[in-house]
């Protein structure tokens, strides 16, 4: 069983290889044994016999297996939220506190070669579960707790945002008050409408794998060192096929559940955009998460509107770490000859076949959300025009875009890597810096 939740020291990550990782990290090895020893965040309810048949529990559980003795008396699981290629999502209940939390159930077997990471005491475990047990940032969904079986590891998360669906949208009026500094934990006065009685309704967390666009396939054949999930190759056959992955500017339409992510919080404003204001406060809340992440060596991967959950304040939290990385910070970053993610955020680099970084990578993705928030639409209208960098929004369909937005839109989408800004460009931006009343 492993269980625990540790919170970051100053200090850099480990190495983005899976062979090794820094010992010394957190007192890891430490908090290991304490976990081997049952120690950890949680008290243990009262020894009830309670069943740990888990085809009780759902039905993607296989007949005959038995769930975590401990995690059983933990937690009650209750409603599945979704599923995909690692495993799937349950809400849960802490049987002594009564909370609920999130529970990713993923399949060991499931997750490809590259995302694996060697610990010296634990062996193989998940990036993602060593990466969201070590990290601590008011924009990243928190880690509570970790459990495994021969078959699952258990990750034990909080739940956040409101429920977003056709009857609970943006108000219309004014939005929240915001302040020069813009810290991490400023909140917004409310201002937004989900219904009372599922306004302390908790987040659901969107499939572990990255959701590739129609087209795409994961590619997990002989995966080299670090290696992501889609060839170049593959992306780059959208550039001379009838496929855009931008057609007529819509948003990327995925098979999904009304849930409380930015994607349906946008999906349900009533211009389908964010107003300025609203934009803004979201955006430098993301900057805030990426760059702490950037600078302790970890590259998110994936981010785009539905890896984000947000509440009724706009307060807004990162999830999906399954495309993550952590780099040695001693070593050269390296490039990559293929891609994970979601193809509608692939950069021109990675468009046009090119060797890349992630994290300059990442930048691109980022001006890719900030043109979903303020425009409700891609920035280009084809796969080609992103490969090219041509950003088109059209003031006559998604309205004026100020001028210091856009500034920042085209530094994030700037088509060489090189000149790209990074992250700690895009949060010293003018955009970011205003105060708002």
């Known amino acids: 069983m492993l269980e625990q ?9 480990f190495p983005s290889c899976p062979e090794t990782i820094q010992s010394d990290f957190t007192n890891f090895e430490e908090n290991q044994l304490r976990l081997q020893l049952g120690h950890g965040v949680d008290n243990i309810s009262p020894r009830v016999d309670y069943n740990t048949d888990a085809c009780l529990y759902s039905a993607q559980f296989p007949r005959g297996h038995s769930l975590d003795f401990d995690f059983v008396h933990k937690y009650q699981l209750e409603d599945e939220l979704g599923s995909g290629g690692y495993g799937f999502v349950m809400t849960a209940y802490r049987r002594l506190e009564g909370d609920e939390v999130a529970v990713k159930f993923i399949i060991k077997d499931k997750v490809p070669e590259y995302a694996w990471t060697k610990d010296p005491i634990s062996g193989k475990v998940p990036t993602e579960v060593m990466i969201l047990t070590r990290i601590n940032h008011p924009n990243i969904v928190k880690c509570l707790a970790v459990f495994e079986d021969d078959r699952y590891y258990y990750l034990v998360q909080e739940l956040h945002g409101s429920p977003w669906h056709k009857d609970h949208k943006l108000d219309a009026q004014p939005p929240c008050h915001f302040i020069t500094s813009r ?21 659901s967390e969107p499939n572990t794998p990255p959701r590739m666009f129609a087209g795409l396939q994961p590619d997990f054949g002989g995966p080299e060192e670090g290696r992501p999930c889609v060839s170049n190759g593959t992306i780059s056959k959208l550039l001379h096929s009838q496929l855009s992955i931008f057609q007529n500017n819509d948003r990327p339409q995925f098979t999904r559940r009304p849930s409380h992510d930015l994607f349906e919080c946008i999906e349900q404003s009533e211009h389908k955009k964010l107003n300025e204001s609203q934009a803004r406060f979201v955006f430098s809340q993301v900057i805030d998460a990426v760059q702490y992440l950037h600078d302790h060596d970890i590259v998110h991967r994936d981010i785009k509107d539905e890896n984000l959950v947000i509440d009724k304040n706009l307060k807004v939290k990162l999830i999906d770490f399954g495309s993550a990385i952590a780099f040695d910070p001693v070593k050269p970053r390296p490039y990559y000859q293929t891609f994970c993610g979601t193809a509608a955020y692939a950069s021109s680099e990675i468009l046009l076949k090119k060797d890349y970084q992630a994290a300059p990578a990442e930048i691109w993705t980022l001006g890719i959300l900030l043109s979903y928030l303020l425009a409700g639409v891609s920035p280009f209208p084809t796969a080609r025009d992103a490969a090219d960098g041509r950003i088109f929004l059209s003031e006559k369909v998604v309205g004026k875009i100020p001028d210091e937005a ?4 085209r530094k994030c989408l700037d088509p060489n890597p090189e000149s790209r800004a990074n992250i700690s460009q895009i949060k010293a931006h003018p955009w970011l810096q205003h105060s708002f009343v």
């Open 5 to 13: 939740h540790s919170e970051l020291k100053a200090g850099s990550f």
């Open 406 to 409: 856009m500034d920042l839109m």
């Open 183 to 203: 810290p991490s934990s400023a909140m917004p006065t409310p201002f937004l409408s989900p219904s009372s009685s599922e306004s302390s309704l908790p987040a």
